[in-house]
């Protein structure tokens, strides 16, 4: 949790006693945002819940509850427009959850007999928003603004109580000016959405258990318009079907901090009950790293709390544009005492400083003073040492992709003044020089792969080789594909589910028959005879989303199962229910809902989101799933988009070390695995589908590629999951540059690649308009999947397979996307692979 604010209200001078309690997010604490990313839980601790778990007594609840009622009002009003739309219109019903959201009514005005101060003289004002997957976020009242009612509420509570905590109960950005310009709010904290368990935590922080020690990792900008692509995002210039990158490499602190835009909280922010200072005690550097020696000192003298470092490296300018800084590498402190230190290594890798040359198609460092800069967030950092590259030196050569298919003109900061501060100039002048020497530095060319070659079809066999054979070692992986027909191998490349979905079909994002609500399967037609089990998907971030309860036969086969979408749970009343035998049993599965993505991201602690992983991948060994559609690691490009807190950071820095971390945290378990996701430039949500993406190669490497790349060679994810939009001008589950190329070639990646559900289209209902085919650009194909190196598509249709063995034999013209037999056992090579990397037991 970030303190923004805080005038020394923070902790509370009382551990316990009466409290006064206000907001739409007093009981109504969001967890988590909607959509695939929502968790069935045993319980969700509220912010009411959690104070008085503490020992506090809540004074304020006839208005609470009067709150409440309000909302539940208007929540029937809209349940009814659903039903009505989802018997005329079946399952497309269910996505006006995603594309039509419910918001809040603006909550009931704070009358005079509401104001408690009789009671006490403390008052917190919970603030929440939700958001999530299917529609961006709107420049409204109850979303990106304050609500009028909730404006006049604070300026009252402000006058009435000696103490006004304000908690941002919120997973994105949300406009500040009118909050900051209330006098007598004391404190702002940044809860955001910490999960079922986040009542309790905040407690902790307000009550001073616990020191916030959060650090932003998005930029919060004054005015919405401050953004550089204010009027162009998403829906605000009008355009769904094509989006331009035109900002380039200028995104989040790179923008506010290259053309000097004053934001309202930089990046890397976050105040603590006590102080730090930082010093750097020694720096040195090889062609491989540069290592900073970083002292954290407490320098509070009454509360214990952990400090943060972060690097930011300037590099010179040269014929590429450079933006001001970039954050590099950071650590965080243990526990410290008043007057206590630590010591900490913080090593940058020397290829990281490199920029992308699009005609050279090469990663290049060009020569000149690279600036290393130590603070505490990105407006606090303080040139420590000047490091000198005599030439130019190419570290990657690659060869150019992802062509853009338009012309566009990106932001340039020619001209431009960045931020500055006073002392900068005498700091760069007096810094320690240190050379790095061009020869040491490693230099890497990328070898492509070739069109892979056909494995030939044995002869039918009276008793079929199975995987199980290739595990012991008694035949290869080659032999095995080489008994399989097109059929089999169409069939492992496609997911289990056939048919498109109706009416009465499974539910979109839950089409698992393994496990209760998971979101989709791989095929189980080769369990039989070849020894090949099926993998399990489900939904993430925020833990895994399954059925939190089903009934089953004695068999085990499941009987009813539903999603009990928090809100919508009448939606399972309207389905078709099947005669329920007496001896029917219940199950449970009830999961873990960790802190959104954004949350744990600004925690600034790897160690501890490895071990949010872990409680994902434990449950996933109990539960028997396999794959874990998480963690989500697009970029914080908009404050708008619908999907942020699902994300880590507008820093692909951030984005790559968090996704790593998390995922080495799930696959500590043998049989669990992340999919990285959505891969790649899925940055809008209103028309996610078929939103073609237009970014120059170089913003598409630095920024939006980078974290994926991190999280690869970091921690090598079982899957990646690609995106429903295109990249200049092609699908991305279509994209052999992306997929193949880059994924493969140049990061190594040796996983399976997946689609997102229904990008072939598949599931119609996906597109709310019900027919993709009245969009600008279309649906991706199956068989362009297979040939980009898409290994799977999801949740899988008979349309689907047939796709891919028309495919097969076919040449340039006669179909989109031509296959030869050679890249379909490709795929279906990758998917036993990844079955025998698991190796869970049938």
Same mark, same amino acid.
């Given at each position: 949790?970030?303190?923004?604010? &805080?005038?020394?209200?923070?902790?509370?001078?009382?551990?316990?006693?009466?409290?006064?309690?206000?907001?739409?997010?007093?009981?109504?604490?969001?967890?988590?945002?909607?959509?695939?990313?929502?968790?069935?839980?045993?319980?969700?601790?509220?912010?009411?819940?959690?104070?008085?778990?503490?020992?506090?007594?809540?004074?304020?609840?006839?208005?609470?509850?009067?709150?409440?009622?309000?909302?539940?009002?208007?929540?029937?009003?809209?349940?009814?427009?659903?039903?009505? &739309?989802?018997?005329?219109?079946?399952?497309?019903?269910?996505?006006?959850?995603?594309?039509?959201?419910?918001?809040?009514?603006?909550?009931?005005?704070?009358?005079?007999?509401?104001?408690?101060?009789?009671?006490?003289?403390?008052?917190?004002?919970?603030?929440?928003?939700?958001?999530?997957?299917?529609?961006?976020?709107?420049?409204?009242?109850?979303?990106?603004?304050?609500?009028?009612?909730?404006?006049?509420?604070?300026?009252?509570?402000?006058?009435?109580?000696?103490?006004?905590?304000?908690?941002?109960?919120?997973?994105?950005?949300?406009?500040?000016?009118?909050?900051?310009?209330?006098?007598?709010?004391?404190?702002?904290?940044?809860?955001?959405?910490?999960?079922?368990?986040?009542?309790?935590?905040?407690?902790?922080?307000?009550?001073?258990?616990?020191?916030?020690?959060? +650090?932003?990792?998005?930029?919060?900008?004054?005015?919405?318009?401050?953004?550089? !692509?204010?009027?162009?995002?998403?829906?605000?210039?009008?355009?769904?079907?094509?989006?331009?990158?035109? @900002?380039?490499?200028?995104?989040?602190?790179?923008?506010?901090?290259?053309?000097?835009?004053?934001?309202?909280?930089?990046?890397?922010?976050?105040?603590?009950?006590?102080?730090?200072?930082? @010093?750097?005690?020694?720096?040195?550097?090889?062609?491989?790293?540069?290592?900073?020696?970083?002292?954290? !000192?407490?320098?509070? /003298?009454?509360?214990?709390?952990?400090?943060?470092?972060?690097?930011?490296?300037?590099?010179?300018?040269?014929?590429?544009?450079?933006?001001?800084?970039?954050?590099?590498?950071?650590?965080?402190?243990?526990?410290?005492?008043?007057?206590?230190?630590?010591?900490?290594?913080?090593?940058?890798?020397?290829?990281?400083?490199?920029?992308?040359?699009?005609?050279?198609?090469?990663? !290049?460092?060009?020569?000149?003073?690279?600036?290393?800069?130590?603070?505490?967030?990105?407006?606090?950092?303080?040139?420590?040492?000047?490091?000198?590259?005599?030439?130019?030196?190419?570290?990657?050569?690659?060869?150019?992709?992802?062509?853009?298919?338009?012309?566009?003109?990106?932001?340039?900061?020619?001209?431009?003044?960045?931020?500055?501060?006073?002392?900068?100039?005498?700091?760069?002048?007096?810094?320690?020089?240190?050379?790095?020497?061009?020869?040491?530095?490693?230099?890497?060319?990328?070898?492509?792969?070739?069109?892979?070659? @056909?494995?030939?079809?044995?002869?039918?066999?009276?008793?079929?080789?199975?995987?199980?054979?290739?595990?012991?070692?008694?035949?290869?992986?080659? /032999?095995?594909?080489?008994?399989?027909?097109?059929?089999?191998?169409?069939?492992?490349?496609?997911?289990?589910?056939?048919?498109?979905?109706?009416?009465?079909?499974?539910?979109?994002?839950?089409?698992?028959?393994?496990?209760?609500?998971?979101?989709?399967?791989?095929?189980?037609?080769?369990?039989?005879?070849?020894?090949?089990?099926?993998?399990?998907?489900?939904?993430?971030?925020?833990?895994?989303?399954?059925?939190?309860?089903?009934?089953?036969?004695?068999?085990?086969?499941?009987?009813?199962?539903?999603?009990?979408?928090?809100?919508?749970?009448?939606? @399972?009343?309207?389905?078709?229910?099947?005669?329920?035998?007496?001896?029917?049993?219940?199950?449970?599965?009830?999961?873990?809902?960790?802190?959104?993505?954004?949350?744990?991201?600004?925690?600034?602690?790897?160690?501890?989101?490895?071990?949010?992983?872990?409680?994902?991948?434990?449950?996933?060994?109990?539960?028997?799933?396999?794959?874990?559609?998480?963690?989500?690691?697009?970029?914080?490009?908009?404050?708008?988009?619908?999907?942020?807190?699902?994300?880590?950071?507008? /820093?692909?820095?951030?984005?790559?070390?968090?996704?790593?971390?998390?995922?080495?945290?799930?696959?500590? +378990?043998?049989?669990?695995?992340?999919?990285?996701? +959505?891969?790649?430039?899925?940055?809008?949500? /209103?028309?996610?589908?078929?939103?073609?993406?237009?970014?120059?190669?170089?913003?598409?490497?630095?920024?939006?590629?980078?974290?994926?790349?991190?999280?690869?060679?970091?921690?090598?994810?079982?899957?990646?999951?690609?995106?429903?939009?295109?990249?200049?001008?092609? +699908?991305?589950?279509?994209?052999?540059?992306?997929?193949?190329?880059?994924?493969?070639?140049?990061?190594?990646?040796?996983?399976?690649?997946?689609?997102?559900?229904?990008?072939?289209?598949?599931?119609?209902?996906?597109?709310?308009?019900?027919?993709?085919?009245?969009?600008?650009?279309?649906?991706?194909?199956?068989?362009?999947?297979?040939?980009?190196?898409?290994?799977?598509?999801?949740?899988?249709?008979?349309?689907?397979?047939?796709?891919?063995?028309?495919?097969?034999?076919?040449?340039?013209?006669?179909?989109?996307?031509?296959?030869?037999?050679?890249?379909?056992?490709?795929?279906?090579?990758?998917?036993?692979?990844?079955?025998?990397?698991?190796?869970?037991?049938?």
């Amino acid at each position: 949790m970030v303190l923004l604010e &805080n005038n020394g209200t923070l902790p509370l001078r009382e551990a316990s006693g009466n409290i006064a309690l206000y907001g739409n997010g007093a009981r109504r604490t969001i967890k988590g945002g909607t959509g695939s990313g929502d968790v069935n839980s045993r319980e969700i601790v509220n912010v009411e819940m959690g104070l008085e778990d503490a020992g506090y007594q809540v004074v304020t609840k006839e208005w609470i509850d009067r709150d409440c009622q309000n909302v539940a009002g208007a929540l029937r009003q809209y349940q009814e427009k659903i039903i009505a &739309n989802l018997r005329g219109n079946g399952q497309s019903a269910i996505m006006d959850i995603f594309t039509n959201p419910f918001i809040e009514p603006a909550i009931v005005s704070v009358e005079d007999d509401d104001i408690k101060t009789d009671l006490t003289d403390t008052a917190i004002f919970v603030l929440s928003r939700n958001s999530g997957e299917g529609a961006d976020r709107r420049l409204d009242p109850g979303q990106y603004y304050l609500f009028e009612e909730e404006v006049e509420a604070l300026k009252k509570l402000a006058v009435a109580y000696e103490n006004l905590i304000l908690v941002l109960n919120v997973g994105g950005v949300i406009d500040m000016k009118e909050i900051k310009s209330i006098p007598g709010i004391d404190a702002v904290l940044l809860m955001s959405q910490a999960g079922n368990y986040g009542g309790y935590a905040l407690a902790d922080v307000l009550t001073g258990k616990e020191t916030p020690s959060g +650090h932003l990792t998005t930029s919060w900008p004054v005015n919405y318009e401050d953004t550089p !692509i204010a009027d162009s995002f998403s829906y605000r210039n009008g355009d769904l079907d094509d989006e331009y990158y035109t @900002e380039g490499i200028y995104v989040g602190y790179r923008y506010y901090d290259s053309f000097n835009v004053t934001p309202q909280y930089p990046f890397g922010y976050g105040k603590s009950y006590t102080k730090f200072r930082l @010093e750097a005690n020694d720096i040195e550097l090889d062609g491989d790293s540069i290592r900073l020696q970083v002292r954290i !000192i407490n320098a509070g /003298d009454r509360y214990a709390g952990r400090g943060l470092a972060q690097v930011y490296v300037s590099a010179p300018a040269g014929r590429l544009e450079k933006p001001y800084q970039e954050l590099k590498g950071y650590a965080k402190s243990a526990l410290l005492e008043p007057g206590a230190y630590q010591d900490l290594s913080i090593e940058i890798p020397t290829r990281s400083l490199a920029s992308y040359d699009e005609e050279k198609a090469a990663w !290049i460092l060009e020569p000149g003073d690279y600036l290393i800069r130590l603070g505490q967030h990105s407006r606090d950092s303080r040139v420590v040492a000047r490091i000198h590259l005599g030439r130019e030196v190419v570290t990657e050569q690659l060869s150019n992709r992802l062509p853009l298919d338009c012309r566009m003109q990106e932001l340039s900061r020619t001209g431009v003044r960045p931020y500055s501060y006073p002392d900068e100039e005498a700091e760069i002048a007096n810094a320690l020089v240190l050379e790095l020497m061009a020869e040491e530095i490693a230099s890497r060319r990328v070898t492509y792969s070739k069109p892979p070659k @056909e494995i030939p079809l044995r002869a039918a066999r009276t008793e079929r080789l199975t995987l199980k054979q290739v595990r012991e070692g008694q035949i290869c992986l080659e /032999d095995f594909l080489g008994q399989l027909r097109p059929e089999e191998l169409a069939a492992l490349c496609v997911g289990s589910q056939r048919g498109q979905f109706g009416a009465s079909g499974p539910q979109i994002g839950a089409s698992s028959t393994a496990v209760a609500g998971a979101a989709g399967d791989t095929t189980s037609l080769l369990i039989d005879d070849c020894g090949v089990r099926n993998l399990v998907t489900a939904d993430g971030p925020a833990g895994l989303r399954l059925s939190s309860s089903f009934k089953a036969d004695t068999k085990g086969n499941v009987l009813t199962s539903g999603m009990a979408i928090p809100g919508f749970e009448f939606l @399972e009343t309207l389905a078709p229910k099947p005669e329920i035998p007496a001896d029917a049993i219940d199950y449970y599965q009830y999961t873990t809902a960790i802190p959104i993505a954004t949350l744990l991201a600004q925690t600034w602690d790897l160690h501890l989101i490895e071990e949010a992983g872990d409680i994902v991948g434990e449950e996933m060994e109990e539960l028997g799933v396999d794959l874990w559609l998480a963690p989500g690691m697009n970029i914080h490009r908009s404050p708008l988009c619908g999907r942020n807190f699902e994300y880590y950071s507008e /820093d692909p820095l951030i984005t790559g070390k968090c996704a790593a971390a998390d995922t080495l945290g799930v696959q500590r +378990h043998k049989s669990a695995g992340t999919t990285i996701k +959505h891969f790649a430039f899925n940055n809008q949500e /209103d028309n996610r589908n078929h939103v073609n993406s237009h970014v120059s190669e170089r913003a598409a490497r630095e920024i939006y590629l980078r974290g994926f790349q991190i999280a690869v060679e970091t921690a090598h994810p079982c899957s990646i999951m690609t995106s429903y939009n295109l990249i200049n001008g092609e +699908h991305t589950a279509n994209s052999y540059d992306l997929l193949t190329a880059i994924a493969r070639d140049e990061w190594g990646f040796d996983g399976i690649i997946m689609t997102d559900w229904g990008t072939t289209g598949s599931m119609g209902q996906l597109d709310p308009s019900g027919n993709s085919s009245e969009r600008k650009y279309g649906d991706s194909y199956a068989s362009g999947c297979v040939k980009a190196g898409n290994d799977l598509t999801m949740p899988g249709s008979q349309e689907d397979v047939d796709d891919i063995l028309n495919a097969l034999g076919k040449k340039e013209g006669e179909v989109p996307y031509p296959l030869t037999l050679a890249e379909l056992q490709r795929a279906a090579g990758n998917m036993l692979k990844l079955i025998l990397r698991m190796d869970r037991p049938m």
